[in-house]
């Protein structure tokens, strides 16, 4: 086509380009499509879709779905992050590609956060954004290499968007991955990178490799880019975020400055690679604008609000509807850090009109012409983010206040990176806003890795982490006969190998390892106690407390504990249940965060932004026990792992991410299905009953529930009813009378205490007379009573204390009382004695000889103490300090 290599004059790459003048490749050139598009259509983000779409459906490619956000199926990702993550796939310790069609592609919204502070500011950072991957394996029916995949892109830019052939370069690049490597050419018009088409041929290192069996194309390219270039418009923004940007202006009042501001932000785009940052390059603009930096700023600073709003709402739309909630844990806390940036920045610029869950209607409106499903999540996504709005006000307060007390202490420049560590997770406050509000320097380099390394250190954890045991190599995988039969009780099987006299290996066994929260069997192996149950690789290893009698080679029988195998087996199939029937009373956010099926309880941690309420907990329990009593088939299935995806959604990855090519799947009659290498009943029935006992909110994002099921709960409830029928008795009541008849033992001790005060108002008189008449009359003029009481209590000497320095006010009235394991101190001292001897001190005095502490005013004092041994040396103290 005319098209010739050239070696860049400034960086030495090769590119290819139809202009005989071109010396250098475009990464040394900005922007020069702004206000002037290289393109004969004008499209906006659905269009640039909907052509791409066109182009390569015409051209033999299946159109696949946008996977979600939260990419489940990685275990090292939280998010989405390219389009050819879609595919790839752990088998054991190696990444693979699996393709659902063969050619695809898909629009995929991919969120990244490692460049926040660009995005809104330079006019093309995103923290999300949907990369249009046209996927392809070479080597499989219907795909293709090189020539074609350069023949398909250069034809999309020319014929789908209209970019005229002398525009495109394109930019020879390498690309090296995890593991695997391939040539790249790079696509560009005016200065923009619109694509990237990577080919994936060699699997190893750069000094070992090899030509991989199945190689991959991988070509993403940004769907901003696409709609920019056709419009021209000084940012991406402008045209990528539908109606939203001009409702934005629109509610906010924001003065329009069109001509300043593309010259700004053309400039900006420009800028900003060679600038220090955005901050530099605005400087330097202002000097060639010949404006003052400060009125550009002022210009500017609105829309770049705007701007920034408007990507992170987005965001937050595609992460909530695919089941994420912002936290302070893993991604959940990049979500709550967008989220609070945009209500700051709300605040700041005083748009209190203006909520984010309007924003995110706007957003849905627009996209679910290209993601219907956004659709689905929209009250979802107005929930969360509303809830989340009311909670940052909440604690901007409570920030505010603490701020206020750390300025006005002398901490300053004194809090280390364990107290800001320890404000954070406990108040929400991040060194950021410390360093806004003066109250420390800048933000220690190391505050956010501990963070993150506190946050992972959790993760993967529930398994114990014993050292593996030797010699097991050479054995072959264990026949795991509880998979075959899951109602086998009893077998025979031969001892492969023992070690260290504990660790027994056969060649079959029914014995379920621990795994999965679900606890180990146990039972006898030829008359050896089993005590625990793990895996090793294909090998399951049996723990008994002897193998003393057991011998390698040797046949023997072995029964598991069968009534154990029942209960741990109901409270994993009722942990399924209690997943989906969380999610169906809460929301869609409701995942498993992690489970734990024991003989006599099971417990569910779901992902949930709140505490549950008691009506909560009671429909969840209630949708549970209906599933239950409908008896719905369990049904357990091997698939392989791509069909499962597609046939029932990556919700079935609840207990995490599957290393392996084939799944099993646990499927309750389609309302639960999970992938899960677990024991369960075979209908809903078996469990019989399940109750939720507690529910409490452990940590920022996470609930847990506990519960009991089958016959331990009957056996939950007939201990809560004995509980009840004893209280019943003590209160000589029923239970069905228990409520009346407790309300009556309350209102009787009211009762009670009021007469008693009463009474005591009557005998406080004469008992201060006689206090008076025995006090000892010192030399100070102070006269002393002091008494050790182990059976009246405070309402008894506050009332008489009180009364007896009415009467003498020279008395200084000092009563220990016998409290529980301590004692409890009350002092009083009259007016006279107040000259001499003040009751607070004394009350602090006596009670730090009692190994305590107290305090108090000239009048009254009290305090407390423990020991009981000291209570003679105590008043004598006390008596030497009013001598
Ligand atoms: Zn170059
Ligand atoms: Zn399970």
């Known amino acids: 086509m005319g098209f010739a290599r050239r070696k860049c004059g400034k960086c030495e790459k090769f590119f290819?380009?139809?202009?005989?003048?071109?010396?250098?490749?475009?990464?040394?050139?900005?922007?020069?499509?702004?206000?002037?598009?290289?393109?004969?259509?004008?499209?906006?983000?659905?269009?640039?879709?909907?052509?791409?779409?066109?182009?390569?459906?015409?051209?033999?490619?299946?159109?696949?779905?946008?996977?979600?956000?939260?990419?489940?199926?990685?275990?090292?990702?939280?998010?989405?992050?390219?389009?050819?993550?879609?595919?790839?796939?752990?088998?054991?310790?190696?990444?693979?590609?699996?393709?659902?069609?063969?050619?695809?592609?898909?629009?995929?919204?991919?969120?990244?956060?490692?460049?926040?502070?660009?995005?809104?500011?330079?006019?093309?950072?995103?923290?999300?954004?949907?990369?249009?991957?046209?996927?392809?394996?070479?080597?499989?029916?219907?795909?293709?290499?090189?020539?074609?995949?350069?023949?398909?892109?250069?034809?999309?830019?020319?014929?789908?968007?209209?970019?005229?052939?002398?525009?495109?370069?394109?930019?020879?690049?390498?690309?090296?991955?995890?593991?695997?490597?391939?040539?790249?050419?790079?696509?560009?018009?005016?200065?923009?990178?619109?694509?990237?088409?990577?080919?994936?041929?060699?699997?190893?290192?750069?000094?070992?490799?090899?030509?991989?069996?199945?190689?991959?194309?991988?070509?993403?390219?940004?769907?901003?880019?696409?709609?920019?270039?056709?419009?021209?418009?000084?940012?991406?923004?402008?045209?990528?975020?539908?109606?939203?940007?001009?409702?934005?202006?629109?509610?906010?009042?924001?003065?329009?400055?069109?001509?300043?501001?593309?010259?700004?932000?053309?400039?900006?785009?420009?800028?900003?690679?060679?600038?220090?940052?955005?901050?530099?390059?605005?400087?330097?603009?202002?000097?060639?604008?010949?404006?003052?930096?400060?009125?550009?700023?002022?210009?500017?600073?609105?829309?770049?609000?705007?701007?920034?709003?408007?990507?992170?709402?987005?965001?937050?739309?595609?992460?909530?509807?695919?089941?994420?909630?912002?936290?302070?844990?893993?991604?959940?806390?990049?979500?709550?850090?967008?989220?609070?940036?945009?209500?700051?920045?709300?605040?700041?610029?005083?748009?209190?009109?203006?909520?984010?869950?309007?924003?995110?209607?706007?957003?849905?409106?627009?996209?679910?012409?290209?993601?219907?499903?956004?659709?689905?999540?929209?009250?979802?996504?107005?929930?969360?983010?509303?809830?989340?709005?009311?909670?940052y006000i909440g604690s901007r307060e409570r920030m505010n206040s603490i701020v206020m007390s750390l300025k006005g202490g002398k901490t300053q420049a004194e809090l280390s990176v364990d107290d800001l560590i320890r404000m954070y997770e406990s108040d929400g406050i991040t060194p950021d806003f410390l360093v806004e509000q003066q109250v420390i320097q800048g933000v220690p380099s190391t505050f956010y890795t501990r963070l993150a390394d506190l946050h992972n250190a959790g993760q993967g954890a529930g398994t114990p982490s014993n050292k593996p045991i030797p010699g097991l190599e050479e054995l072959p995988p264990t026949r795991l006969l509880y998979y075959e039969d899951e109602s086998i009780r009893e077998f025979d099987a031969k001892i492969l190998k023992i070690v260290d006299n504990k660790f027994v290996v056969l060649d079959q066994t029914a014995f379920y390892p621990r795994g999965g929260g679900q606890e180990p069997d146990t039972g006898e192996i030829g008359g050896a106690n089993v005590l625990e149950v793990t895996k090793q690789a294909d090998i399951v290893l049996h723990i008994v407390e002897s193998a003393a009698r057991l011998a390698e080679g040797q046949f023997l029988h072995a029964s598991l504990n069968g009534r154990r195998r029942d209960l741990v087996t109901k409270h994993h199939t009722a942990t399924h249940i209690i997943n989906s029937s969380s999610r169906n009373t809460l929301g869609s956010w409701v995942w498993q965060n992690s489970a734990f099926k024991e003989e006599t309880y099971g417990r569910l941690d779901i992902t949930h932004h709140s505490a549950l309420s008691k009506e909560e907990v009671q429909r969840i329990e209630q949708k549970a026990n209906s599933v239950i009593r409908q008896n719905v088939p369990v049904v357990t299935k091997t698939y392989d792992r791509g069909d499962a995806e597609q046939e029932f959604s990556f919700r079935i990855y609840q207990g995490g991410v599957v290393p392996t090519s084939n799944v099993r799947i646990v499927n309750i009659d389609n309302w639960d299905v999970e992938a899960c290498g677990g024991t369960h009943v075979k209908s809903t029935g078996q469990i019989g009953l399940v109750k939720i006992v507690k529910s409490e909110r452990i940590q920022d994002g996470v609930v847990r529930l506990e519960f009991v099921a089958g016959e331990a709960a009957i056996n939950y409830m007939q201990q809560q009813e004995s509980q009840l029928a004893s209280i019943a008795q003590s209160l000589g009541s029923s239970k069905e009378k228990i409520l009346e008849s407790f309300s009556k033992a309350m209102d009787d001790a009211e009762a009670a205490k009021r007469k008693l005060r009463t009474m005591l108002r009557v005998v406080a008189e004469p008992m201060a007379k006689n206090v008076a008449e025995k006090s000892k009359k010192l030399a100070s003029g102070v006269h002393l009573y002091s008494t050790y009481d182990e059976e009246l209590d405070d309402d008894y000497h506050i009332a008489v204390g009180e009364k007896a320095i009415e009467l003498d006010p020279a008395l200084l009235y000092i009563a220990l009382l016998s409290k529980g394991q301590g004692i409890r101190v009350i002092v009083f001292a009259g007016a006279h004695a107040r000259k001499k001897i003040k009751a607070g001190l004394i009350a602090r005095q006596v009670s730090g000889a009692l190994a305590g502490s107290g305090g108090g005013d000239d009048r009254f004092g009290q305090g407390g103490g423990k020991s009981k041994d000291r209570i003679k040396e105590a008043l004598l103290l006390a008596e030497e300090a009013a001598k």
């Not at 990577?198 to 991988?218: A, H, L, Q, W």
């Not at 696409?226 to 419009?231: A, D, E, K, N, P």
Request: glycine share 10%.
């Open 16 to 391: 290819w380009t139809l202009d005989q003048g071109r010396k250098f490749c475009p990464d040394h050139e900005g922007y020069g499509f702004i206000g002037n598009p290289p393109t004969s259509k004008r499209l906006d983000y659905i269009g640039a879709w909907k052509e791409t779409e066109k182009f390569f459906q015409a051209n033999g490619h299946t159109i696949v779905r946008r996977y979600p956000v939260v990419c489940r199926w990685r275990e090292d990702l939280y998010f989405t992050i390219a389009s050819i993550v879609d595919f790839q796939r752990a088998v054991g310790n190696k990444i693979v590609f699996e393709l659902p069609e063969n050619p695809l592609l898909v629009p995929q919204m991919c969120l990244r956060f490692n460049d926040i502070e660009n995005v809104g500011l330079s006019g093309r950072h995103y923290t999300g954004f949907c990369m249009i991957g046209q996927t392809c394996n070479a080597d499989m029916q219907g795909g293709y290499w090189k020539d074609r995949c350069i023949e398909l892109d250069y034809g999309m830019l020319t014929q789908g968007l209209g970019i005229k052939p002398e525009e495109i370069t394109f930019v020879e690049d390498v690309w090296m991955g995890a593991g695997a490597f391939g040539c790249s050419l790079e696509f560009f018009a005016r200065g923009l990178e619109l694509g990237n088409a990577v080919f994936t041929e060699f699997e190893g290192s750069e000094n070992d490799y090899r030509i991989m069996p199945n190689k991959i194309i991988d070509m993403g390219a940004g769907l901003e880019r696409f709609s920019w270039i056709t419009m021209g418009t000084p940012t991406s923004y402008d045209c990528c975020f539908g109606p939203v940007i001009e409702k934005m202006i629109e509610t906010t009042g924001t003065q329009k400055n069109e001509d300043i501001l593309s010259k700004y932000f053309e400039a900006v785009s420009s800028k900003l690679e060679n600038a220090e940052g955005i901050r530099g390059a605005r400087s330097i603009i202002a000097r060639e604008m010949q404006i003052k930096e400060e009125k550009l700023t002022e210009m500017v600073a609105p829309y770049e609000a705007i701007y920034t709003i408007a990507d992170h709402v987005r965001t937050l739309v595609f992460a909530i509807s695919d089941g994420a909630l912002p936290s302070n844990v893993g991604g959940g806390y990049n979500l709550r850090v967008i989220l609070r940036r945009a209500l700051s920045i709300l605040e700041r610029l005083g748009w209190k009109g203006m909520r984010v869950a309007d924003i995110a209607d706007v957003h849905i409106d627009y996209l679910r012409q290209m993601y219907p499903e956004l659709e689905e999540h929209r009250e979802d996504v107005r929930t969360i983010l509303d809830l989340e709005a009311s909670r």
